[in-house]
């Protein structure tokens, strides 16, 4: 399938996201708090990473998308940075067996191009060997940006369509969207970001328009499947109106 535009068609409303977004923020703060190397909280974030996706799996998500490493990571210390390339290396290597038997398929976004060329290799072959699976679609950010993905999407559309350089006019919302990273999914329904910050730092910013956003204080190694209900609970209880009024929504539940 491809994305629609929340700003030009009314998406279905269910009890349950179709397609959750999560930033996993917290890891090095989770660490310092215990008296333990930042690194210690990468690693016990990965831990939650399973949980989740096992957890949106059992609960009928189709779509969960988690940003893992921003563009603007990489002004992180150097070493920080070297470890979660390492980390991201050995958890793709580790991790995919379980995510094939467990039907998921794996898609990493983003500008692979500045990662390392067995990173990239890995990439390839984690999204090739997992592209057959459909029961929940698992999509990285890994070196990701909002900015990055709107400014790609349009350099590829212009490359494709030059006329709309001299006919800006005819270029739409529809044009432009197939082009973005995330076009093989719907728009999120749901946003989540745990640590304590709430803002929704460069990601997927053309793609949050309609998004109920969520913030907890917790971080992320110790978010699980009771967090994650929690969360759905608060989202059942949001009333979707895309533009609409409450009485129009009511009216049309008679």
Known sequence: MSATSSTLA?????????????IMDG???WATARFLPRT???VRGVRAVRRIVEACGRRGVEYLTLFAFSSENWRRPPEEVSLLMRLFMQTLEREIVRLEAQGVRLRIVGDLSAFDPSLQRL????EERTAH???LNLTIAANYGGRWDVLQAMRHLLAEHPEFATNPEALNEAAL???????????????????????ISNFLIWQLAYTELY????YWPDFGAKEIDAAFRWYKERERRFGRTSAQLAAQEK
């Open 40 to 42: 210690a909280g990468h």
């Open 177 to 199: 969207t197939k082009y973005l990273s995330m076009a093989f999914a719907p728009e999120p329904d749901l946003f989540i970001r745990t640590g304590g910050e709430q803002r």
């Open 10 to 22: 009314i998406p279905d409303a269910s009890e349950v996201p179709r397609h959750l977004a999560i």
């Open 27 to 29: 890891n090095g703060r």
């Open 215 to 218: 913030f907890t204080g917790l």
């Open 123 to 126: 990439i390839r072959e984690a």
């Open 133 to 135: 699976n459909s029961s």
